[in-house]
């Protein structure tokens, strides 16, 4: 189901781009020739295809003229049969020899399970049967699929006219002992309910529990401060009498932040609902998994209570704005009263002061309600036209499919890198796509785990250059099915000068919001934060990346819990924003280093890159050589190698497909 919508999503925003007819979208529609263009194209290959035998044939004459004049300018006698037939022997027999070896030393690995390049015609008969099977489950799947969706609309009547009403008594007590509990005792005025975009009743039936970290990051920060204090004074007083002495650094006493607990109760919930409905469960006579009629009451129970909450909200809403009417109106009267009351010298009254509280209290509520944000600049415009505009200067982009797979990487055993500074421990790559995943792709899936879980509003990726930190972006792209927006310097350089930068941002993050889930990419983010005009004259942009650092430090402050919008910065060169803030450690709340791949990566990473260029490997092909020649290679160098080594000619001809033969005469099979 996840699948069809982020098709779904893929397709609606295809297609809102194509309106706009973004250069970023390329729309490849076949082009139909005349059977006149066709013979003249096939002609013409096949006439280049006979010269290029004809010229391979004289190359090979030509050889073998040369090769006999050779022999005959060096003087060496020609050998005898017998000769010929020993060198021919030995040859041979070495040949078969080394097959030997080589195809023992093959079934070795594939005893032990350290082949990765072996695969057996029996196993792709296997494989293609289990695809067969898969194919079936699937089709099966998808009939009991629409025959489920057809019976949820008609049990989901079923159940709100049955268990509705006993819903909506039990919402309405709770809802209403809360407003009693905390009504303001002097002047009898309720409490703000909370609005539709905050959860309204959700947090009043089920009130989240406090986090303990929060608690006690804030209680050290206090003790932190005053034995600063403390220490000042002491050192204050004993400078005058005491010889200095060299200052040894104190151990850190910082240990690492406990996971919050909230998610422990609803993962404690999934275990008893597993244990109670499927653990005991049997399941052998319903083989197609078609759906159970009480298990489909019990999922919508829920659905239905959520929906029946969204009612006694709206309905609380309307009762509470009608009391705060009728207590303003009560109010504009007593102030009549208390003006005829000074006209005519009449001391005020105590009722009076109390009804003024009244007001004081009600117009506190207000101010509470109505927080400040940022002037909107472009409110009397169209959501279409702010969108148009924004797609016609590329900022609103269509990413490439891409996915987490082509991040290829392996966990670094060694977690340390013995040739440098033994302290400081480097990431693996798998860890790396692993981080992106929780931080980047988990919060935007997931509308509970966005608001529950420990908000994030910014992630940078930094390392070096052509290390795929861009593929990772497009990748929780397209995993989390989100709108990619693009304000990187070199994107929107050119495009909006002077105060219009500011306007831009806001309209961004604007479109990013209503189009959520959405990343917004700042690719080279550095450049938004450098000042030195040296710098600046080597990036080669016409117009300052820092334009946008004011407006862009802005729009991400006011970015809470329930947007689903994320900004996702690049940077190869951290060391150039400067040190004071505002700089990258201010603006972005995670920071991922993305390293250079270790050997075990580049063996996985050579691997996949030359059969994503057409090079079919064997067994035999040494990989560890490479690996071990390429350190600190990029995969984005090793892209390259593979472009420039693996023309198509050569993968046409068939380039690295010779294989080794066995003592049979067999060929080894190789992986297609």
Known sequence: SNAILLQERERLLVAALKE???????????????????????????????????????????????????????????????????????????????????????????????????????????????RENYDRRKSLQALNKSKYDEALAVSKVKVKEMDGQEMREIIQEDINSWLLKNRHPETGLYPVFPKADEGGSKYILNPPPKLEFIEESREKEKDTEKEGKRDNKKTKRVQSSVVKKVSIPKEDGERLCSCPSFFRKHLTACVHVYHTTWLDRDDSSNLSQKYDPDLLKSFLRPCVFEEVRLEVDSNTRIILDNIKRKLAAETKILKKKKEMQEKQGQSKSSNYVEDDSVKFIVLDMEDQVSKKLPKDKSAQRTVESIFTELSENGIIQHYPNRTFSEFVGSENLQSVNAGRNASVMEPSLLQVRNLVVEYCVLPLVSDFVHEHAPFVRSVLLFGGESNGKSLLVHAACNAAGAALINLSPRNIDGKYQGTQASKMVQMAFKMAKIMAPSIVYIDEVEKVFVKDKKLMKGYGLKDKGSRIKSALLKEVSFLHPGNRVLLIGTSSRPQDAPLKPPNLVSLFTKRIYVPYPDYGSRVLLWHAVLEKHGAVLSYHFNLSTLAHLTPDYSPGSIEQICQTVLTKKRVRKGWGKSEPMLENGDKVPSKK
Do not use: W
């Not at 060096?74 to 027999?93: H, K, M, P, W, Y």
């Not at 005893?111 to 990765?116: P, T």
């Open 20 to 130: 706009v007819e973004v250069e970023g979208v390329r729309i490849e529609t076949p082009v139909m020739m005349s059977k006149e263009e066709a013979v003249e194209i096939i002609q013409a290959n096949e006439r280049g295809r006979q010269s290029r035998l004809r010229i391979a044939e004289l190359i090979k004459i030509r050889q073998m003229q040369e090769e006999e004049l050779q022999h005959k300018h060096s003087g060496v006698e020609a050998l005898t049969t017998d000769a010929a037939a020993r060198r021919i022997q030995a040859a041979s027999r070495g040949f078969l020899v080394r097959c030997h070896v080589r195809h023992s030393a093959h079934e070795e690995l594939i005893l032990i399970g350290m082949d990765g390049f072996y695969h057996n015609l029996a196993k792709q008969k296997t494989y293609e049967k289990v």
